[in-house]
C-alpha cells in the first residue's frame, strides 16, 4: 500500500518561514507527480503547487514569488518552502502524488492525511 507523510507543519508569526515535507512509500514503479494542495475552514480545496517528474513547476498565483517546490526523486520526497507567511496561508496542507505501482496499469492519486500550517502573530 502507498502511503504518503507530511511533516513541518506548525505555528509561525507572519513573515516567518516553514518548510513541508512528503515522503511517499510502500510499492511504487514510478512517481509521475508530486505536489501541494491545501484547504482552509469553510473553503474549497486549492492548488499550491506541483511538480513533475521533469522537473516542471506550476505554482498558483497566490503563493508565487513566496513558496517554492522541490522533489528529491531517489528518495521519493516532495519539499514546499514557504517563505515570507501570510495569515491567508493558514490551512491543512495536504500532499498529492500520481504513481503508477506497476509499469501495465494507470497511475493513481495518493494523497496524504495533511499537515497543518497556522500563521498567526
Known amino acids: 500500500q502507498v502511503q504518503l507523510v507530511e511533516s513541518g507543519g506548525g505555528l509561525v508569526q507572519p513573515g516567518g518561514s516553514l518548510r513541508l515535507s512528503c515522503a511517499a512509500s510502500?510499492?511504487?514503479?514510478?512517481?509521475?507527480?508530486m505536489g501541494w494542495y491545501r484547504q482552509a475552514p469553510g473553503k474549497e480545496r486549492e492548488l499550491v503547487a506541483i511538480?513533475?517528474?521533469?522537473?516542471?513547476?506550476n505554482i498558483a498565483d497566490s503563493v508565487k514569488g513566496r513558496f517554492t517546490i522541490s522533489r528529491d526523486n531517489a528518495k521519493n520526497v516532495v519539499f514546499l518552502q514557504m517563505n515570507s507567511l501570510k495569515p491567508d496561508d493558514t490551512a491543512v496542507y495536504y500532499c498529492?502524488?500520481?504513481?503508477?505501482?506497476?509499469?501495465?496499469?494507470?497511475?493513481?492519486?495518493?494523497w496524504g492525511k495533511g499537515t497543518l500550517v497556522t500563521v498567526s502573530s
Open positions: 510502500g510499492s511504487i514503479f514510478s512517481i509521475n507527480l
Open positions: 498529492n502524488a500520481r504513481i503508477a505501482r506497476r509499469w501495465y496499469v494507470e497511475a493513481m492519486d495518493y
Open positions: 511538480i513533475t517528474s521533469g522537473g516542471g513547476t
